[in-house]
């Protein structure tokens, strides 16, 4: 039997299969029989080769061919695979796919925010109006549609809808009974694979290549069980039943197996699971030294925390913790984790009980190969699998850890781990159940600490030597590269789950061991402020710290939050806040810190400052706990506000580049710290929680605590001068705006005091509107994301759009013709500016400093737009909103003397202009002030009773602590410490009974000597032993405290000032100083009494700083009488505003650094606004912005008619002069390649681009393809010389020739590139072609076209009509074209024309040159010379819109430079004479004598006869082949012959046409006419005659059959007939209007679309003088050189004799009316979408791969591959190749990918930007946002509009090389 399994053929293997089958079914003992008969098969068919992993590939397909067929029993495999599927009642999807899969996410439908579709269900879907995206899956996912747990039901597609489980039968026994014994032999075949091809890697030597082999033996294993699980249900819970079986497992695999490759197999399974616990030798061992004691620690303490439990039967205590092993890492408290922990296998060596388990592992073992993985998920569907699969995932999680962390591919492995955690961790109810049943959550958090206890360091925080903390270290691969992401992840995506969540916040040992691993991120990244030089190396560790803060503790943070909303929860904060504490607490123990931060030192990283903050906030705010309740004694306050104030004080050092030695990076530190991504979980906590250390300490205490912080306590003295010990003056002045700045902060924000979540979201909207307009998404990226990141919903009540409607206007996208493309912006409203733009918003969310400058230049111009204010506005004062009543204590901050003390030295300094107080500092000083005004608490009895002894500290400066009877309070004399050289030491202090006696006659002595630094010390030991109950026996010092900061410099010496002043008197000075007059201010209650009654005036709202004293006095007037009487009685006093001393400089000395700064500013941007507005100008005349009526910026256009000479400016020298021989002058111009006029087709209805297989596009209806086509046919019957001269070529390919009008002399050119050549920085062009800038406009270009010389006669000479008559013009220009070019003398104008000619030729691809059969013919070069003229002419006309009825010069015309080249191209032509014989010239204005015709007939080849020429082509043969200057009497001769060819091709073409009836009708009615006087002159007549004549022939024999259908139903009238021929002649007539418009300067004039025939006809002289407008007929323009009816008959009989050889092409090549449309993109669909389905899957049609970056070429649709080595050719890529291919060298591709259009011309490429915007007009580059997209069609409009009018280079400035890589 077993020799049979060989190498049996097919069908011995369906017979056996079926055999068996059939027994299988028999009774028990067959059955047995029949069985482990199957069973020996399998294992000679299944054995895995001896040999270890080798054996050839034939033996494993024969083996698979066996299983097919023994599975399917017999049956053909397809109808078995059928026959499964009918019972397949899977409601779900489970389409499982890898990484870069386009799939679907829609926010409305989901429950979990990792939900996702595939694209067939989403379109299956009805999803019209949801919040949908599409993205790029970056590790792999699975189609959720169907499954209820984690999308709402209405979100399924049309497949899954249906509960089906109803309707499928149930499986039939037999139909897989094979499959159930089969599968598990086929199985474990698999496993021994695995098993015998993994070798443990010796000391880490990877072993990569090996596994990759294993797995390229197994893969068509994998591919087979992938097909069964596609089977449907029925297979995949057979498979589900093997895969989880244990007695299978048990019964195949236990290794007592008798042969002994089983027994090695097992054997090295053995091995491999040694390493699978968490503790294990090896493992220490490989460490090596250094590590081994912190391996040590972390095993012992993981060992003591899974404390063995008794359930396995050891009798362990836990005091095993207390070994020895943690020396190093720091005595710090061991984590007790949960002693319950039932499932041992954490720790130790992993037991596997069936073949689910040991896949897995050797899955992880082989780093998770993605073949696997897709398996494995796509059994998911099956229930049962599922949680099997889950708890097994568990099981195994430790292990996964570990092999992640060894891995050296960890990216790629993280997104494969994420790729199957995310499947199971997103269902709520799976997540609950293992988190029951497995312990999930201890095993994550005990893994999760394992892996970080790896990268541990101590901590140098505050006290190096003996610090007991421990940190991450950032610098370590684990952190830089993220590797701990798929856990914290999955961690985070349980904890959105709300039943895991409560299982983690009431369980207390969970709490504590989560704390201690965010302890591990407490002081991480330590700066260190560099004094002396700057540091060699600048570290970028701080990305990775900034990052894992994020992940790993403030995300799973949020998620926790989340789930404390509600009263009911309000145990779970207790928690939380409780072991916060705790670990505070030992955190503080652990780094040894007292009072004092060390100096120089800041860490941004206090993740638990932070848990603590952001839970007392919740716990306010949603579940009404008491604050006091959650707080600390005063001591552990005072400790807490230290660490984030130090990170608040160094912020504004880094500002003021006092660590500018530290590098960059502490700035990107800086940056970090508040930017949108991280504000609210770093710098938004940290402030809240100051507000609340602030709201309970003492407020004299926190206020000196601030200014020492900031280390500006010495400045804040009344002298003038002073020495600050700890700061260099030059960081004074900004120290101090930061510490007023902070204050202002801290006692304005109200983001966790009390503001509601729709509040928050508006005023983070309005600051980010209000720095820059901002598109959507980028304000969807800006504002902070609230709680949970992955939920993408943004909290409150009102959404963020209908939020944004509310404060922001959308400006639509802008197209600037010349320039960059706008996109949608919003910009805030006018309401929003006048009455919510709130600065101290905008200044905590600016990541940039200029940001704040901006906001407020923007309020400034709506201020002055409004006509609300003139001069500089200040920051406009906000009304905050109320104060939750748990922090009414921040409010005393406003209220206490110190705080007063140091806002009066402040304004009393700034009045006196002391140094280093910038306006910003007044700015806050002010503020500060409004907001204790407007937040004063009681309204204060007018005689205040002073406060308890206990408050009397500064009693010598203020009575009490209001803010409002301290402002009235009078100061006379202050004793200040000044250094001896201060000038305030010279004076003598005056007596000081001269007190003044109004108002401060209590207080007459002198006030003290005020250190805040001495009142903070004392207020702290006040604290303290208040704290340890000694507060009664405190000893207050009664000494006046004269106590100077520590370490200040002994020279100090005491004086005493005179101040006699008071805050309100300051003010009003203030006010005084301001104006700039004496006595500007008068308190307005006095005129008008209404003013004290309404608080808000309007008037105050915005204003400079007059303004805002005005408000504050007005304020302070409302809350008191007394106040109110003094501002009036110091009013009275006449007070000058300054110290008399000072009086005369007073007013310059206003102007300080900052304002005269402000001053520059302002006038250098007056400058560049006016530099900006005349380059603008100058462009509009120079560059192509589209303004038709703009004059011509060119000489040649507007030179007048006596004027002899043109002169020209060279643009290089500077010189102007005409041109010479000698010294030419020439034209800067860009020559291309073009073949846009190739791609007119002749039909109005666009072309659209194919978005399905049906739609095609085809190219042989463009101009292009027929003008080729009839040129062959041309060349197939006629002679070739003749045959280049009846057509034009350039149609494609063809060269344009533009200007932007600017000349320079030749030779001064030569210098320029020589210049360019040298100089090597040289971006986006390449001088070794030729190419260079502009000089004056730096427009591109890429050569020189030379002036001729010579006055321009051509303007004069045409003047003067001749009298000559028509015959002796005819003869004249025979005569002239005879003449022979002669070669022009060597001249420096000859030799630049020759070299423009070269550029031309060299500038198309030579087979755009090359046409003629005999290679290198003059003919070739004849051909496309004129051909160059004519691509000029016509591509003029497409840019005038197809027609001259606009008539004037264009813009077209403005960048034409046709008059030069055709002075160039007539020199060339002239040097080809065209032999007499030959010359069509003769043939239209002579007639031949009979026997010459015949003659020519009989030769070889005939010439192409006279009415298959074209006559534009003609025309510019004739023109260019005379000398130049041209007379404008030879030029209308010209025309008017040609004029009668164009004539009669119209009615043979017209006779074609018509049907055989009507024929016979015009020939009849014709011949009766033939009489008339001017017969000749009448078409009728002249048709008549064409038709009789043809009838000679067997022209109209052909098409009586086939063609009649086509005309016949019109019948031609004679109103038709004359509109047919008219148009006709139509383009002949344009074409030639031109030439003569260039040529010889006449005017074009406008007209109407219906009379444009007759006025271009009467403009070229064509109309006779006698001619009157009413029977106008398109006839009476003929002018016979000859009489009509025999050159007629001559003409005609040339296409008779031909009819006679070839009868079928005679009508083929007629010329037909050309009805050409202008050129056209492609027209796009509506929905970007469309275009996406299709081509992202298509294959390309060379490589028939799908490619990478796949694009299509929006002129004629083709599908390239982007970049693609598949499709190159000669080292071409595929777009490149195309652009040469299809558009001369300009290819306009859409990238598919990423909706952006990339621009090719020649060498070079740039991106254009997108033409689809999504809703609020943005692009979306490279799809990342994946919104719906729509066409913009103004945007395409301007695309099409570059296209053709060939301006892409001036345009686009962003141009780069693409060497030929596209």
Request: aromatic share 8%; charged share 20%.
């Amino acid at each position: 039997m077993a020799g049979a399994a060989g190498g049996s053929s097919a069908q011995e293997k369906r017979a056996t299969a079926s055999r068996l089958k059939a027994a299988l079914s028999l009774s028990a003992d067959e059955s047995e029989a029949a069985a482990s008969e199957l069973r020996a098969l399998l294992e000679t068919v299944l054995s895995p080769p001896s040999g270890g992993a080798g054996g050839g590939g034939e033996s494993v397909s024969e083996a698979l061919a066996w299983c097919r067929c023994l599975l399917a029993g017999g049956e053909p495999w397809d109808s078995f695979v059928q026959a499964v599927r009918a019972y397949d009642p899977a409601t779900l999807c489970g389409l499982v796919w890898t990484a870069n899969f386009v799939a679907y996410r829609c926010r409305t439908c989901g429950i979990s925010p990792c939900m996702s579709l595939c694209a067939e269900c989403f379109h299956q879907g009805e999803h019209a109006g949801h919040d949908y995206n599409m993205f790029r899956s970056q590790a792999g996912g699975a189609c959720d549609c169907g499954d209820g747990n984690v999308m709402r039901e209405a979100g399924f597609c049309k497949r899954h809808r249906i509960k089906s489980s109803s309707e499928v039968p149930s499986v039939p026994k037999d139909l897989l009974i094979m499959s159930e014994l089969v599968l598990p032999q086929f199985i474990f075949c698999l496993i021994q694979y695995l098993r015998e091809g993994y070798d443990e890697p010796v000391l880490d030597v990877p072993s990569e290549k090996d596994l990759h082999k294993v797995l390229q033996i197994l893969e068509s294993h994998i591919s087979f069980l992938e097909d069964l699980t596609k089977m449907g249900g029925a297979m995949r819970s057979v498979l589900t039943q093997v895969l989880t079986n244990q007695q299978f497992y048990k019964d195949l695999s236990s290794g007592g197996a008798e042969n002994a490759c089983a027994k090695k197999s097992h054997e090295k399974y053995l091995v491999a699971l040694k390493g699978s616990g968490l503790t294990f030798p090896e493992d220490k061992a490989a460490c090596g030294g250094q590590e081994q004691a912190a391996g040590g620690a972390s095993s012992s303490v993981v060992q003591g925390c899974a404390g063995a439990t008794p359930a396995s039967g050891q009798g362990d205590s836990s005091d095993e913790e207390d070994q020895d092993g943690g020396q190093d890492v720091g005595k710090r408290k061991r984590v007790k984790l949960s002693s319950s922990t039932k499932d041992q296998s954490i720790m130790d060596v992993l037991k596997h009980k069936c073949f689910l388990e040991e896949l897995l592992f050797w899955t992880i073992k082989y780093e998770f190969p993605q073949k696997m993985v897709t398996f494995l998920l796509n059994m998911l569907p099956d229930q049962d699998y599922k949680i099997a699969f889950t708890k097994t995932f568990v099981q195994h999680y430790a292990f996964i850890m570990k092999t992640l962390k060894k891995s050296h591919e960890s990216d790629t492995m993280s997104n494969r781990i994420v790729h199957i955690s995310v499947q199971l961790f997103s269902n709520e109810e799976l997540a609950r159940q293992v988190t029951e049943e497995c312990q999930l959550l201890d095993i994550m958090v005990t893994v999760l600490l394992y892996m970080m206890e790896s990268c541990l360091i101590k901590s140098e925080l505050q006290d190096e030597e003996n610090s007991l903390h421990v940190v991450v270290n950032c610098g370590e691969a684990l952190l830089k590269n993220n590797t701990y992401w798929p856990l914290v992840s999955d961690f985070i995506n349980i904890l959105s789950h709300q039943s895991v969540a409560k299982k983690f916040l009431e369980d207390h040992r969970l709490l504590v061991t989560w704390m201690n691993f965010v302890s591990f991120f407490q002081g991480m990244n330590l700066n260190k402020r560099e004094l002396n030089e700057h540091v060699e190396f600048e570290s970028q560790t701080y990305y990775a710290a900034f990052a894992a803060e994020l992940e790993a503790c403030a995300q799973p943070m949020w998620g926790l939050l989340s789930h404390c909303k509600i009263r009911e929860t309000q145990e779970y904060t207790r928690n939380v806040v409780r072991y916060c504490l705790e670990a505070l607490q030992d955190w503080f123990d652990a780094i040894n810190f007292v009072d004092e931060p060390t100096p120089n030192q800041v860490t941004f990283h206090l993740p638990l400052h932070r848990y603590y903050a952001m839970f007392l906030s919740k716990a306010v705010k949603c579940q009404e706990l008491d604050l006091d309740s959650l707080l600390p004694d005063q001591e552990m306050l005072m400790k807490l506000m230290v660490h984030p104030l130090q990170i608040q004080a160094s912020l504004s050092e880094i500002h003021s580049n006092m660590w500018v030695r530290n590098g960059l990076q502490i700035k990107g530190q800086a940056m970090t710290y508040v930017q949108s991504h991280f504000c609210n979980s770093m710098i938004d906590p940290d402030i809240y929680l100051l507000q609340v250390c602030a709201s309970r300490l003492d407020p004299d205490y926190f206020i000196s605590s601030v200014f020492e912080r900031f280390k500006v306590v010495d400045l804040l003295t009344m002298a003038s001068q002073h020495q600050n010990t700890v700061l260099d003056s030059e960081h004074e002045r900004s120290m101090l705006e930061g510490a007023l700045t902070f204050l202002v902060i801290l006692l304005s924000l109200r983001l966790h005091l009390g503001m509601t979540d729709d509040e928050i979201l508006r005023a983070e909207m309005v600051a980010q509107l209000c720095m820059n307009d901002r598109t959507h998404s980028s304000l969807l990226d800006l504002i902070p994301e609230n709680p949970n990141p992955k939920s993408g919903i943004i909290p409150g009540s009102l959404s963020f759009e209908s939020m944004l409607s509310a404060v922001a206007d959308f400006k639509a996208p802008v197209f600037e013709p010349g320039g960059s493309m706008q996109q949608g912006m919003y910009t805030p409203k006018a309401e929003v500016w006048d009455k919510e733009f709130d600065p101290v918003m905008v200044i905590l969310r600016t990541v940039y400093r200029r940001d704040v400058q901006s906001a407020m230049d923007r309020y400034t111009a709506f201020l002055k737009q409004s006509g609300k204010v003139h001069g500089n506005p200040w920051p406009p004062y906000k009304k905050r909103t109320h104060l939750h009543p748990s922090y009414k204590g921040l409010m005393r901050l406003l209220h206490c003397k110190t705080l007063h003390i140091v806002l009066f030295t402040l304004l009393y300094k700034i009045l006196m202009d002391h140094q280093n107080l910038s306006e910003h500092v007044l700015c806050m000083v002010l503020y500060l002030i409004e907001l204790g005004l407007e937040n004063s608490s009681e309204q204060e009895s007018d005689e205040e009773d002073s406060m308890g002894g206990q408050e009397r500290c500064h009693d010598s400066w203020f009575p009490g602590n209001n803010l409002v009877s301290n402002m009235r309070h009078f100061i006379n004399y202050v004793r200040v410490r000044v250094p001896e050289t201060a000038p305030e030491v010279k004076r003598e202090p005056p007596a000081s009974t001269s007190a003044d006696g109004s108002a401060a006659s209590q207080n007459s002595g002198t006030a003290q000597v005020f250190s805040l630094v001495a009142e903070r010390r004392k207020k702290f030991q006040e604290i303290i032993n208040r704290n340890t109950t000694e507060a009664n026996q405190a000893v207050r010092p009664k000494t006046s405290m004269k106590w100077s900061a520590p370490g200040a410099t002994p020279q100090l010496t005491t004086a005493i000032l005179e101040i006699k002043e008071s805050i309100l008197s300051l003010l009003v000075k203030l006010h005084h100083k301001l104006s700039g007059k004496q006595n500007s201010y008068y308190p307005p209650w006095l005129d008008d009494m209404e003013t004290l009654i309404q608080c808000e005036n309007p008037k105050y709202l915005h204003g400079d700083g007059m303004t805002a004293v005005e408000r504050i006095l007005l304020k302070a007037a409302l809350q008191s009488r007394l106040n109110k009487r003094i501002i009036e009685e110091i009013c009275r006093k006449v007070t000058p505003p300054v110290p008399p001393k000072k009086i005369s400089p007073a007013e310059k000395k206003i102007l300080d650094k900052e304002e005269r700064r402000q001053k520059a500013r302002e006038r250098q941007q007056k400058l560049l606004a006016e530099f900006a507005s005349r380059q603008k100008s100058f462009m509009e005349t120079a560059m192509d912005v589209e303004s038709p009526d703009a004059e011509i910026a060119m000489e040649i256009a507007t030179a007048e008619q006596h004027v002899p000479e043109a002169v020209y400016d060279c643009v290089i020298c500077g010189q102007s002069g005409p041109s010479t021989e000698e010294r030419p002058a020439g034209l800067v111009v860009l020559l291309q390649a073009s073949s846009v006029l190739g791609q007119c087709r002749n039909t109005t209805e666009p072309k659209k681009l194919p978005t399905s297989e049906k739609e095609q596009i085809y190219p042989w209806d463009t101009c292009a393809a027929v003008y080729e086509a009839r040129l062959a046919t041309l060349q197939h019957f006629f002679k070739d010389s003749s045959c280049l001269q009846s057509v034009s070529i350039g149609w494609e390919g063809g060269v344009y020739v533009q200007t932007c009008g600017h000349t320079l002399h030749i030779d001064c050119h030569k210098s320029y590139m020589e210049s360019l050549r040298n100089d090597q920085v040289l971006q986006g062009f390449s001088v070794d072609k030729g190419e260079f800038t502009c000089p004056l406009c730096r427009q591109f270009a890429n050569s020189v076209l030379p002036c001729y010389p010579g006055n321009n006669v051509e303007r004069s000479l045409w003047q003067c009509h001749s009298n000559k008559t028509m015959q002796d013009l005819i003869k004249e220009v025979e005569d002239l074209q005879e003449q022979l070019g002669t070669f022009p003398s060597e001249t420096n104008l000859s030799k630049e024309m020759e070299s423009v000619m070269k550029d031309i030729k060299s500038t198309t691809q030579k087979k755009y040159t090359d046409y003629s059969k005999s290679p290198g013919s003059p003919d070739n070069d004849f051909l496309f010379m004129y051909s160059v003229a004519r691509t000029n002419l016509e591509l003029e006309l497409v840019h005038r819109g197809g027609n001259l009825c606009l008539g004037g010069a264009s813009t077209a015309g403005k960048r034409s430079c046709l008059h030069q080249l055709f002075h160039v191209l007539a020199m060339h032509m002239r040097l080809y004479s065209i032999d007499s014989a030959y010359n069509p010239w003769k043939k239209l204005t002579q007639l031949m004598q009979n026997d010459e015709s015949l003659q020519i007939c009989s030769e070889e080849q005939p010439e192409v006869p006279v009415l298959y020429r074209d006559a534009s082509s003609l025309l510019l043969i004739q023109i260019l082949t005379m000398p130049q200057p041209l007379r404008k009497e030879h030029f209308t001769c010209i025309i008017k012959v040609l004029f009668t060819l164009l004539y009669i091709q119209a009615l043979v073409a017209l006779s074609v046409k018509c049907s055989a009836e009507d024929r016979m009708t015009w020939m009849n009615s014709g011949a009766l006419k033939k009489s008339m006087s001017n017969a000749k002159k009448s078409w009728e007549v002249l048709l008549s005659h064409v038709i009789s004549e043809l009838y000679n022939g067997k022209i109209y024999e052909q098409e009586e059959t086939e063609d009649l259908a086509m005309d016949s139903t019109s019948a031609w009238c004679p109103h038709s007939i004359e509109t047919y021929l008219q148009q006709f002649c139509l383009p002949f007539l344009r074409i030639t209007s031109l030439l003569q418009h260039h040529l010889f300067g006449a005017e074009l004039p406008s007209c109407q679309e219906d009379e444009e025939f007759t006025v271009l006809a009467n403009c070229l002289g064509l109309l006779p003088p006698s001619f009157q407008s009413s029977e106008f007929s398109s006839a009476s323009c003929l002018d016979w050189p000859v009489p009509a009816f025999d050159i007629i008959s001559q003409w005609c009989s040339e296409l008779v004799s031909f009819a006679g050889k070839h009868p079928t092409q005679v009508k083929i090549l007629l010329i037909q009316e050309a009805k050409w449309d202008l050129p056209r993109l492609l027209q796009l669909p509506e929905n970007y979408n469309t275009i996406f389905q299709y081509y992202h899957r298509k294959s390309c049609s060379v490589c028939s791969k799908v490619p990478k970056d796949p694009a299509v070429c929006l002129v004629c649709g083709t599908f390239v591959c982007l970049k693609g080595l598949c499709c190159k050719q000669q080292s071409y890529c595929e777009c490149v190749l195309h652009s040469q291919n299809c558009g001369a060298g300009t290819g306009i591709f859409l990238l598919i990918n990423a909706s952006v259009i990339i621009i090719i011309r020649g060498h070079r490429f740039c991106l254009w930007g997108s033409v689809y915007l999504d809703a609020h007009g943005e692009e979306d580059r490279d799809l990342r946002r994946g919104k719906p997209l729509y066409i913009c069609k103004e945007r395409y409009k301007v695309l099409e509009q570059q296209w053709v009018s060939h301006t892409f280079d001036h345009i686009n400035k962003r141009w780069g090389p693409h060497y030929n890589g596209l």
